[in-house]
Nanobody
Framework: QVHMVESGGGLVQAGGSLRLSCAAS????????RGWFRQAPGKEREFVAA????????YYADPVKGRFTVSRDNAANTVYLQMNSLKPEDTAIYYC????????????????????WGQGTQVTVST
């Protein structure tokens, strides 16, 4: 079973916006933090943003600070990534995953500390 399903990707022009969704298939995932990662052609998977289980703490990678916002709706068991002012260098497959630790207050940028990865959604930003 796939525990996370990403959606909302697509093709946009530079300066445009997209909102990605990460829907969890298990109701208990509302009690876990969630992270967003991306992988672009020729590059390693990199951290994008993360939010803790309650939504009280969020953290962003430097390239997306001020442009992206991560949020969550625990009633809907869904985490979002609002992406504004998109740039061509944002082009990548975006993945969502769950923190391995139940109700952790902090967030982590380390991929190895996440599990239950989704299959990804493609974001393409044209010039």
């Amino acid at each position: 079973q796939v525990h996370m399903v990403e959606s909302g990707g697509g093709l946009v022009q530079a300066g445009g916006s997209l909102r990605l969704s990460c829907a969890a298939s298990r109701r208990t995932f509302k009690d876990y933090g969630r992270g967003w990662f991306r992988q672009a052609p020729g590059k390693e998977r990199e951290f994008v943003a993360a939010i803790n289980w309650s939504g009280s703490t969020a953290y962003y990678a430097d390239p997306v600070k001020g442009r992206f916002t991560v949020s969550r709706d625990n009633a809907a068991n869904t985490v979002y990534l609002q992406m504004n002012s998109l740039k061509p260098e944002d082009t990548a497959i975006y993945y969502c995953a769950a923190d391995q630790i139940l109700m952790r207050s902090a967030v982590t940028t380390t991929a190895a500390e996440y599990d239950s990865w989704g299959q990804g959604t493609q974001v393409t930003v044209s010039t």
